[in-house]
């Protein structure tokens, strides 16, 4: 539960920018976290004292194979990290239903991490079974829905390497084609960058300007 509050921790004293919060291509972990991830052995020489549960280190770790046992593609062979949202336990608080898609991580990446709060921002609907009712797709259609979904939709879909718990997953059938493509606002993430889409959005959300006031609001 302490890696992204000690991966914070570590950003902040090593004068690192403080964007890679949401951008480092590394995490940190004890030598009790890197039991976990499978990777003791391998770093067990780097830490000072191999029983402390609060010695945390710098480490890239390695593209893992998914829990539905397809093999995960990486263009560099580590896991594609991206500060505190790809950790697990970011992912995790944040949860995910099959109906959601992943929107309510939308949601909160915006609130957290851009000071902007997509729901107060919504407007009132005072009849939503009947906005539903005359259009066949509402995200998409409606506008009293459109205000909204054109904001977290594209970002929902950038979440879709994570099921519902957050474990790091291939999905069984493309991204749903009745929503807007994932992106960041409008900016659609290239084909190219696919295999590391929280990466994109990281680097994409860091260098927007209300990155820096919601921090400074935090």
Known sequence: RREPAALIGHIVRNDRPFTEIIEADYTV???????????????????????????????????????????????TGFYPHAGVITTPQFLNRHTNTDTNRNRARARFFYQIFLGFDVMASAPIVNDSAAVTAMFDNPTLEAPDCVTCHQIIDPMAGLFQDFDNKGDYHFRPAPWYDDMLPPGFEVDEIPAADDWRRLQWLGGHAAQDPRFTIAMAEH
Do not use: C, K
């Open 29 to 75: 972990v004890s030598p009790y976290t890197a039991r976990g991830y499978g990777v003791f052995e391998m770093i067990r020489d780097q830490f000072t004292d191999a029983d402390d549960p609060f010695e945390f280190i710098e480490m890239r770790l390695p593209i893992p194979i998914a829990r539905n046992d397809r093999p995960l593609t990486s263009a």
